[in-house]
């Protein structure tokens, strides 16, 4: 056993951490919220510059060939500032993706590209059945000669607007298993037929209304295999739901930091807040719930990186105790702030607002713990 | 015991159910009915429109003497009518005048002060704000630092006021300033109504984290305030200020929203069907509304029990049941913020969209519900302080500060 990062690892985290506070401080998160595209070209730039879109790719692929505990690392210190924008999209979900199964030609064409972060890559997974199960899958890709034809709306999906390729989760074949005839196509987003239209969320995060009207890929665009995608869709959860996980890790570690140095200094009835026990133990619960999840998330998403079996339940139980805990750790920052917390100007409400969001993402936890409760043996 | 209405009293509830039924349908999109939504741009106008109205048939301010403009309501008839307006998630308009300012005038306030106060709140025309915190006093509202010096008939006044909700479209404050800087604390004190128009006023609004326009600062640059605009004696402020707190504690006008709200969740449960089963099939959801159900209700009776030793134990009981209304206004609050996380989880992933977005469950109400829930555990004394009174005067605690 051994717990620790490497050297490299921990250099990565401190260099990740003092990049993005002065690339990328409140008022520029701010900004990108309003902000039509939601990220900004110059800082992308930098960071393909630092070897972040190509962190965990192999070197001929002009990546650094980390592993994949390096890319969380980078994701809890990008959650603990808030970075806006489509890294997530572009690199964790696609990006693993077409890492884990795609071919070596796509690799060669699209990792290359997402490194030197030419381009920029969205995930087109859930639809208005609301969900994220196998089953939430209807939109149709249906074989035309050497191409496929795609039809139908796509909701919730990030980036989408700002992408120039998109990975789209499409139905092939109904069956009597939703898992079956599911299947994976690279899309340029310029193809005719696409549309994508941001929706404001509380987290300001452009989920994309997207809608395909008679949209053709090439069959050679597959990735996986033809009807058995849900295993790459799987595989990318697996991996992109810790990433969430550890970048709520770092955004609730940022909320209990800045509540802790106010409690410290703001005075009220002659002494400071944090000499009223009731806030200490609200606190208290905050770095537990924080701690374990940090704990839970790191083993969970080892096991992903590893590829073991024992992954797919760890996955599940970080996600669902993230569910619970981000937002209470961050409602609890807002109520021992008092009313400077429920303002706009104060960068609580910034971590508050993207609890929400991040609960959305793979999985709330109603779906989770039938889940883990299956895992568990019921 | 007799828990029923009389028939007069049902025939009340049935005019003022009918009334706010037909008013709210003009409401602006996403409507909590929260202090945002009646004091924003969009808002105020119909606040303004819908209390006018019910200012014409004498429900504004039911609860007012007559010779002031009110209808001489007992504390049931006002129960009613803010429970059927609280069910509609009606705007309830001028809640710093009508709930706080006025009954604290018609206790401790001079005839003239009544006179010249009262009936334009009855009449729905004068808007009321409360320039109480400051940036140093908060919970600890008695560390408050604003001057006022006298000067011949006037009070002069310099300090910072802030969190002052509405004050950008109110006519008039209520406001605390020391008047006697060698006291400390709660002694010094003094308790003044202010015309907003008053040269010196700047008012500096401050935006909540979901976007609106809530709350103000104000700031006094040498305020003149007539020595008779000032309630109760000079340094005597606190025990008025003691007084309006209590006022500002009922709350069953948000039990009576909540009900509403687990209403039409349900309805949304039974009509919406995701992978193949309708959500009011799921047992899960089942389950949270019917808690949702067992607090509301628990809640609400409990306010009818406030108000009952009010109605039965008249100015006095005020002053007892003071840990019951601490009660309501922490569980109340807490409660509907669970009912907006609750509403954000049967919806999914939809419960992340906001105003704006077409799919957006009820125009993003509830989502817009939450956020204003977080300074509703703040507001008129934190979910904390409310403990502490509970502690202290509900269970004769000692005190810890
Ligand atoms: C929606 C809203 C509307 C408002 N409207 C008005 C208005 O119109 N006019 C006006 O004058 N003010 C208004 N306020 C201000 C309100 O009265 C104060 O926010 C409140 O009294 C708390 O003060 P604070 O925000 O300075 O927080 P603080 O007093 O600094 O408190 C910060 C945290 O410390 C806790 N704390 C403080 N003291 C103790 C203690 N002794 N024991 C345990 N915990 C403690 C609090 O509970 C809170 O969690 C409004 C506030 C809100 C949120």
């Known amino acids: 056993m051994n717990l620790d990062f490497t050297e490299e690892q921990d250099m990565l985290r401190t260099a990740a951490k003092d990049f993005l506070t002065t690339e990328c401080d409140k008022t520029m998160v701010r900004q990108l919220e309003e902000d039509e595209k939601g990220y900004s070209p110059e800082l992308w730039k930098k960071m393909a510059d630092l070897g972040w879109m190509g962190l965990i790719f192999p070197e001929k692929y002009g990546g650094t060939e980390m592993d994949f505990m390096s890319l969380i690392i980078l994701c809890e210190e990008m959650g603990r500032n808030i970075l806006p924008g489509p890294f997530f999209s572009t690199v964790v979900l696609c990006g693993n993706a077409i890492l884990d199964s795609g071919t070596d030609v796509q690799k060669d064409e699209y990792l290359t590209k997402i490194a030197s972060g030419d381009i920029i890559m969205s995930w087109v997974q859930t639809e208005p059945t609301n969900t994220w199960g196998a089953g939430g899958i209807e939109v149709k890709a249906v074989a035309d000669k050497d191409d496929f034809v795609i039809n139908g709306t796509k909701l919730f999906v990030a980036d989408a607007h700002v992408a120039d390729w998109m990975i789209v989760v499409t139905r092939t074949k109904g069956g009597a298993k939703p898992e079956d005839g599911v299947t994976l196509f690279l899309v340029d987003a310029k193809s005719p037929g696409i549309t994508a239209i941001p929706q404001p969320t509380v987290g300001m995060d452009k989920l994309c209304e997207v809608n395909f009207k008679d949209v053709k890929v090439p069959k050679g665009n597959i990735i996986g295999k033809l009807d058995k995608g849900w295993e790459v869709v799987e595989k990318t959860l697996l991996k992109a739901s810790t990433c969430k996980c550890i970048e709520s890790v770092g955004a609730m570690q940022a909320t209990v930091d800045m509540t802790n140095a106010y409690i410290k200094d703001r005075v009220q009835y002659g002494r400071p807040l944090a000499a009223f026990q009731v806030l200490q133990f609200d606190m208290a619960n905050a770095l537990i719930k924080t701690t374990t999840l940090r704990e839970l998330t790191y083993r969970a998403a080892w096991e992903a990186g590893e590829g073991l079996p024992e992954a797919a339940t760890d996955v599940a139980m970080a996600k669902s105790w993230m569910n619970d805990t981000f937002y209470w750790v961050v409602e609890r920052g807002v109520q021992l702030h008092g009313a400077i917390g429920t303002t706009r100007d104060h960068d609580m409400g910034l971590y508050y607002r993207r609890s929400k969001c991040a609960e959305c993402q793979f999985g709330d936890s109603d779906f989770l713990k039938e889940k883990i409760a299956k895992d568990i043996g019921l | ?401």
């Not at chain 2, 401790?108 to 729905?124: A, D, N, S, Y």
């Not at chain 2, 409360?130 to 509202?141: I, M, V, Y």
């Not at chain 2, 977005?357 to 300074?375: D, L, T």
Request: hydrophobic fraction near 40%; glycine fraction near 12%; charged fraction near 20%.
């Open chain 2, 1 to 401: 015991m007799d828990f029923k209405w009389t028939p007069e009293q049902e025939a009340m509830k049935k005019d003022f159910d009918d009334f706010f039924e037909e008013a709210m349908k003009g409401k602006p999109a996403a409507w909590v009915g929260g202090l945002e939504d009646m004091f924003s741009e969009e808002g105020f106008p119909f606040t303004k429109m819908v209390c006018s109205k019910l200012a014409d048939k004498g429900w504004l301010v039911g609860h007012y003497p007559k010779e002031y403009g009110g209808s001489g309501w007992s504390i049931l008839e006002q129960l009613i009518r803010a429970e059927a307006a609280g069910y509609h998630h009606a705007p309830t308009g001028d809640i710093f005048g009508i709930g706080m300012c006025g009954p604290t005038l018609i206790v401790v306030g001079t005839e003239e002060q009544k006179k010249e106060h009262l009936p334009p709140i009855c009449r729905g025309e004068r808007y009321w704000c409360q320039g109480w915190s400051e940036p140093n006093a908060g919970s600890d509202l008695a560390a408050l630092t604003t001057r006022a010096v006298r000067d011949g008939d006037d009070y002069i006044i310099n300090g910072q006021k802030t969190w002052n909700s509405g004050a950008h479209i109110a006519d008039w404050a209520f406001m605390l300033a020391r008047t006697d800087p060698e006291t400390k604390r709660s002694r010094g004190i003094s308790y003044f109504l202010v015309d907003m128009k008053s040269p010196g006023i700047t008012v500096v609004p401050l935006i909540s984290m979901d976007g609106s326009h809530l709350y103000n600062e104000t700031y006094y640059d040498d305020v003149r305030v007539p020595a008779r605009n000032m309630v109760g004696e000079e340094n005597q402020g606190w025990a008025v200020t003691r007084m309006t707190m209590n006022f500002e504690r009922s709350g069953v006008g948000g039990f009576a929203g909540n009900m509403a709200d687990i209403k039409e969740l349900v309805q949304f449960c039974k009509e919406t069907k995701w992978n193949g089963k309708t959500l009011a099939e799921n047992p899960l959801i089942r389950s949270r509304l019917a808690q949702l159900a067992i607090e509301t209700e628990a809640g609400r009776a409990l306010a009818y029990r406030i108000a009952w030793l009010q109605e039965t134990g008249g100015m006095e009981a005020i002053a007892t049941t003071a840990w019951m209304a601490s009660s309501g206004k922490v569980y109340g609050s807490e409660l509907s913020q669970r009912v907006a996380a609750i509403a954000e989880q049967i919806f999914g992933l939809y419960g992340q969209l906001i105003k704006g977005s077409k799919w957006a469950p009820f125009s993003g109400k509830y989502i817009a519900a939450h956020q204003m829930s977080m300074g509703g555990n703040i507001a008129a004394g934190t979910s904390e302080i409310q403990r502490n009174m509970i502690a202290w005067t509900g269970l004769g605690l000692p005190r810890t500060i």
